[in-house]
């Protein structure tokens, strides 16, 4: 059970670093020139869905950590 939670607690953390740095990729993103609409749309087009897929896991493993913890909430995580 702890070998688990420790994994869920890494991974859990490792996808808050990356939708933090795809958060600011999406910014980079969106504010360069575009000489066509159509460039825009199939950048958003092909970075969404990764995007999507770190938040979807974001929120997985949130709600596997916290029924691991048999939804108690505190304020002491560590």
């Not at 575009?34 to 974001?58: C, D, G, M, N, S």
Request: hydrophobic letters at 55%; aromatic letters at 24%; one cysteine or more.
């Amino acid at each position: 059970m702890d070998q688990s939670y420790e994994f869920f607690l890494a991974l859990h953390l490792y996808s808050l670093y990356a939708s933090g740095f795809l958060m600011l990729f999406y910014l980079i993103l969106t504010q360069g020139n575009f000489k066509t609409e159509f460039i825009f749309i199939r950048r958003i087009r092909l970075f969404l869905p990764i995007y999507y897929l770190f938040l979807a896991l974001i929120i997985f493993t949130g709600c596997l950590l916290s029924a691991m913890k048999q939804f108690q909430m505190n304020v002491n995580i560590w």
